[in-house]
């Protein structure tokens, strides 16, 4: 019912930048919030940052000053951009929304993954 697409990432030298960009498509009335999450080998996915409808954002504290979350909300699209890059950087990304759906349902669904490696 609703397909989440995700583009960027790839491999920067520590210090650099990457952004991150994911669409939204489907039978959507709404998006609540959407977000981004991150699985390191060997680790659980953890959250990264957040984005509400209104617009007020939310970031764990390690990517603080460092990311911004961003949206567009005609485009059902969420952006994440990663400035200062560390190799502690490096996951999966994944792209997250709660959207409420035309029938009146509301469901989180994932995007794919895509990977970011931060390494000389």
């Known amino acids: 019912q609703v397909q989440l697409v995700e583009s960027g990432g790839g491999l920067v030298q520590p210090g650099g930048s990457l952004g991150l960009s994911c669409a939204a498509s489907?039978?959507?009335?709404?998006?609540?919030?959407m977000g981004w999450y991150r699985q390191a080998p060997g680790k659980l996915r953890e959250l990264v940052a957040t984005?509400?409808?209104?617009?007020?954002?939310r970031y764990v504290d390690p990517v603080k000053g460092r990311f911004t979350i961003s949206r567009d909300n005609a485009k059902n699209t969420v952006y994440l951009q990663m400035n200062s890059l560390k190799p502690e950087d490096t996951a999966v990304y994944y792209c997250?929304?709660?959207?409420?759906?035309?029938?009146?349902?509301?469901?989180?669904?994932w995007g794919q993954g895509t990977q970011v490696t931060v390494s000389s």
């Open positions: 489907g039978s959507i009335f709404s998006i609540n919030f």
């Open positions: 997250n929304a709660n959207v409420l759906l035309r029938d009146g349902t509301a469901y989180n669904y």
């Open positions: 984005i509400f409808s209104g617009g007020r954002t």
